[in-house]
């Protein structure tokens, strides 16, 4: 299985970006997807992750309302958009996949089996 991820760039503070992940080398079915992010000094933390048992969606509290998450499954991707965007959003993007079915809020706290290489999203005016 391979993760690509992309979408990531410079946008001004109020900004929108629309990251996506591409899952290849199986369906999406098989794997649960998160994004997460790290920035700078600290860890990496769950952004938003989707269940495959019932498409539910989880969002970190520092984004909800914010970003929406969303597959389609005939182009095996997972997107992430992003609208008012904050200073405090600057980081590096990752997508994960888990291997399994699982309701979304255990996606997001859970160590992935697979990761794609990240995608810089900086905020800045």
């Known amino acids: 299985v391979q993760l690509q991820a992309s979408g990531g760039g410079l946008v001004q503070p109020g900004g929108s970006l629309r990251l996506s992940c591409v899952v290849s080398?199986?369906?999406?079915?098989?794997?649960?997807i998160g994004w997460f992010r790290q920035a700078p000094g600290k860890e990496r933390e769950g952004v938003s992750c989707?269940?495959?048992?019932?498409?539910?969606?989880y969002y970190a509290d520092s984004v909800k309302g914010r970003f929406t998450l969303s597959s389609d499954n005939a182009k095996n991707t997972v997107n992430l958009q992003m609208n008012s965007l904050k200073p405090e959003d600057t980081a590096v993007y990752y997508c994960?996949?888990?291997?399994?079915?699982?309701?979304?809020?255990?996606?997001?706290?859970?160590?992935?089996?697979?990761w794609g290489k990240g995608t810089l999203v900086t905020v800045s005016s």
């Open positions: 994960g996949a888990l291997i399994g079915t699982y309701y979304s809020d255990y996606v997001c706290e859970s160590a992935m089996d697979y």
């Open positions: 080398g199986s369906i999406l079915d098989d794997y649960a």
């Open positions: 989707m269940s495959n048992v019932d498409l539910s969606t």
